[in-house]
């Protein structure tokens, strides 16, 4: 078959499989508006070229970032697919910008339909090529999802984390208790007082209560000498 009549059958089947999607701009070039199915809803855009010996050479290929089209050929408008976009629900906790489709994501889908197409060399291909890019354009904003919903929950770990630092005391060992012994005594200024109130012997040694002479057990010594020193000096 002539290729020229190859490649206007294929548009024509191509037409009839995607009515709203295919902007034709000449008898040998086009472009597909894919939608994509992703939350948010994103957009794709194939743009074909047909070399003169296509299928027996591979097509031109680009892809870029596209949005949403309405076919200027068609009369009939889907309100129903409009309030679709419009109410479409967001991911909590991702940020859109997140999501979307860059040039650098553009270039690594032209790699990929190039192969394809290579693969396809001798038949229509195109039908195959848009219905890859979909797949594989959707499996790299899935990529994106699940990347920054890792890093989301990452991130509510770590301010859990930080939560729990606020009910979980520091561990007390000998020296960190003796620190705050020091310091709380500095603060208060306790062992001043403790000298301000202790009574001295006539030996200058700090005199022990009655309390801690009982608790050391000297108490009943003490008195004996005393008593012993009395009656030493008493004079018949």
């Known amino acids: 078959m002539d290729p020229l009549e190859e490649q206007a059958q294929e548009i024509e089947v191509l037409e009839s499989i995607y009515p709203d999607e295919l902007e034709k701009i000449s ?17 794709i855009d194939l743009h074909i ?55 650098k ?12 197409a290579e693969e396809n060399i001798g038949m229509a291909s195109v039908f195959t090529l848009a219905s890859t890019l979909k797949e594989e354009a959707e499996a790299i904003v899935q990529g994106k999802f699940d990347a920054a919903e890792q890093e989301r ?22 020296e960190s ?8 005594r500095d603060e208060f200024k306790l062992d001043e007082k403790d000298h301000v109130h202790t009574v001295y ?8 209560t009655g309390r801690e002479m009982f608790e050391r057990g000297i108490s009943k010594v003490d008195e004996d000498e005393e008593l012993e020193a009395g009656v030493g000096n008493l004079k018949v």
């Open 153 to 174: 929950v990452k991130e509510l770990l770590r301010q859990e984390a930080e939560e729990q630092k606020k009910f979980i005391g520091t561990p007390v060992t000998v």
């Open 177 to 184: 208790f003796n620190e705050w012994r020091r310091k709380f």
């Open 27 to 43: 008898e040998t070039e086009f472009i597909l508006h894919i939608k994509l199915e992703t939350t948010p809803t994103q957009y």
């Open 49 to 103: 070229e047909y070399p003169p010996e296509y299928p027996e050479v591979v097509p031109l290929i680009e892809v870029d970032v596209g949005e949403k089209w309405v076919n200027p050929d068609h009369d009939e408008y889907d309100e129903d697919d409009e309030d679709e976009d419009e109410e479409e629900e967001e991911l909590p906790g991702v940020a859109p910008a997140l999501l979307e489709l860059n040039q």
């Open 105 to 116: 994501d553009c270039l690594s889908l032209d790699k990929i339909l190039e192969a394809s």
């Open 201 to 208: 012997d006539s030996k200058g040694q700090p005199k022990l």
